[in-house]
Structures are given as structure tokens and as C-alpha cells.
């Protein structure tokens, strides 16, 4: 008999023994009453007199809402669907704050969109994503404290517009995307037709300069030969007067440069009566001397050999 009621006894404290998993939180009463919040680990539940009234999990948890209408300030009525990420920071107002709370979040992600776009105008409500959601989960997270729950963010996952507003938007997205072409093919021919014209005036700024040095060049060697050939003339006259020549052979080279002057067309000659009285010195001195006569002379007649009496 004692074995069989130790037993009871056994299986009844094992009964009141409650095991409160990670991240989850026991909210329990005592006839009828708040009396304390279980967090993770083993704990022992008084029978009959404590309950567990709610398990409350502090994960963060999603509260994804339906497509609902939103009527703009331009009077445009579209369908936004809300996402919310939330978790429980306190199991006891969670329990006692409200009869339904994720319900009650679920009207209020709804009533505060309404009022947020409602000041918005189409535009503005299509480009303003990160305004709108910044503002809704400063709202909500504001709102909820006394719930327990903690908004850590809401994002728009979807804004659909009419149908006639869409055709719209695509015509003059259209439209948009045709200008931009127009334009763009105008800059590309614009600066074509620049780079063109710039090559043609690279082209004739170099053509001009290659010109320029070309001539620069033949004057230069124009220059230098003319002063090479004075340059040798002068170094001529240096070798015949360091040669010490007289003045009959300066008398020639006068001769041998008016025979060079005189090898030109329509040319007059005056020559002077000193360079006569050389040339007439020159032949004298060659017809007395032999010197310088370059005639052959004339062969000498040949004597008849006289005929032989005793051969004949």
C-alpha cells in the first residue's frame, strides 16, 4: 500500500514539473491571477492552484497582411500589401494587453497605411518606399508598447495601381525611353561630326608645319652649299697665294674666268685692255719658246731613193 502511494506521489510531482523551452516564455496564474513569467527551464507548477494562462514565444515573428485599397490624395485607389517583422519583449502584457494582439497589430499596420498615402500623391507614394515604411514602423512600434510587442520593421511588398493608370505609366515610359534615344543619337552625331573636324584641322596643322620645315630644310642646304662653295673659292685663292704665283698666272685666271662668263647666252663681254695685253704677252712668249703650242708639225718629205745600175 505505502509503494502504491509513493508512486501517486511520484507521478504527481512529475506531473507538476513544467520544462519552459528556449526563447519561449510561460505566463502563470494562481487562482485566476498573475502571479509570475516562466522563463526558459525547469520549473514546478503548484497542482489545482497554478495554471499556465498563455506560452508566449519571443521569436521575431511575421505578420504578412492582404492586399488592401488605398485611397491617394490625387483620389487614385491602388492595392498595397504590408509585411511586418515584430517579436514579444514582455509575455505579460502580451497576455493581458489585448484579447487579440496579432489582430490588433493587423488593423493598425492597415489604418496607418491608409493615413500615411492618404497625404501622398501618386507619384510620391510610387518613389517614397523608404518614407513610407520608416514613418509606419516608427507608428506601430510607438503604438504597440503596451502590447508587449516590439516593431522592428514594415516594408511595402507590393502597390498595384489601376489598370488604366499602368497604360499610362507604360506610354510614358515609353515615351521617356524614346526621347532619351533621340538624344543620345544626337550627342553621338554631334560629337562625331567635333572628333571629324578636329582630325581634318590636326591634318592641315601638320600638313602646314611639314611644309614649313621642308623649306626651312632646302634653304639650309641652299646655304651651306653657296657657303661651301665660297668656302672653296676663298681657299683657293689662299693656295695660289701661299703658292706664291705671279702675276701673269693671276692674269690667267682672270682669261679662265671670262671664258666661264662667256659660255652663257646673249652675254657682252668687255675685256680689259690689261687682260689683252696678257693674252698678246701669252702668245709671244708661246711662238718664241715652243712652250704651250700643242700643233703637231709637219712631216718631212721623203727623198727618192736612187735606182741601182747594176740591178736594173
Not at 502571479?35 to 492552484?49: D, E, S, Y
Not at 515584430?86 to 496607418?112: E, Q, R, W
Not at 668656302?231 to 695660289?240: C, K, N, T, Y
Not at 712652250?291 to 718629205?301: E, V
Request: glycine letters at 6%; one cysteine or more; aromatic letters at 4%.
Amino acid at each position: 500500500m505505502g509503494f502504491i502511494i509513493a508512486a501517486l506521489l511520484l507521478v504527481l510531482i512529475i506531473s507538476c514539473l513544467r520544462v519552459v523551452p528556449q526563447a519561449t516564455e510561460f505566463v502563470i496564474e494562481r487562482l485566476g491571477k498573475y502571479q509570475t513569467t516562466w522563463g526558459a527551464g525547469l520549473h514546478f507548477l503548484i497542482p489545482v492552484i497554478d495554471r499556465v494562462a498563455k506560452k508566449v514565444t519571443l521569436k521575431e515573428q511575421v505578420l504578412d497582411s492582404p492586399p488592401q485599397p488605398v485611397i491617394t490624395k490625387d483620389n487614385v485607389t491602388m492595392q498595397i500589401d504590408t509585411v511586418v517583422y515584430f517579436k514579444v519583449f514582455d509575455a505579460m502584457l502580451f497576455t493581458y494587453g489585448a484579447v487579440n494582439p496579432i489582430s490588433a497589430l493587423s488593423n493598425l499596420t492597415a489604418t496607418t497605411l491608409r493615413n500615411i498615402v492618404g497625404e501622398l500623391e501618386l507619384d510620391d507614394t510610387l518613389t517614397s518606399r523608404d518614407t513610407i515604411n520608416g514613418k509606419m514602423t516608427e507608428i506601430l512600434d510607438s503604438a504597440t508598447d503596451q502590447w508587449g510587442i516590439k516593431v522592428n520593421r514594415v516594408e511595402l511588398k507590393n502597390i498595384i495601381p489601376p489598370s488604366e493608370i499602368q497604360n499610362a505609366m507604360e506610354k510614358q515610359m515609353k515615351a521617356e525611353r524614346d526621347r532619351r534615344e533621340t538624344l543620345l543619337e544626337a550627342e553621338g552625331h554631334k560629337a562625331a561630326v567635333i572628333t571629324r573636324a578636329e582630325g581634318d584641322k590636326q591634318a592641315m596643322i601638320l600638313a602646314a608645319e611639314g611644309e614649313r620645315d621642308a623649306r626651312i630644310a632646302r634653304a639650309e642646304g641652299e646655304a651651306k652649299a653657296i657657303l661651301l662653295a665660297k668656302q672653296a673659292e676663298a681657299d683657293g685663292l689662299a693656295a695660289l697665294k701661299a703658292a706664291g704665283a705671279d702675276a701673269a698666272v693671276l692674269e690667267l685666271k682672270k682669261y679662265e674666268a671670262l671664258i666661264s662668263m662667256s659660255n652663257g647666252t646673249a652675254s657682252k663681254i668687255i675685256v680689259p685692255t690689261d687682260a689683252v695685253d696678257m693674252t698678246k704677252a701669252n702668245v709671244v712668249f708661246s711662238e718664241t719658246t715652243g712652250l704651250g703650242d700643242n700643233t703637231p708639225a709637219a712631216d718631212k718629205p721623203k727623198k727618192a731613193k736612187k735606182q741601182d745600175p747594176c740591178c736594173d
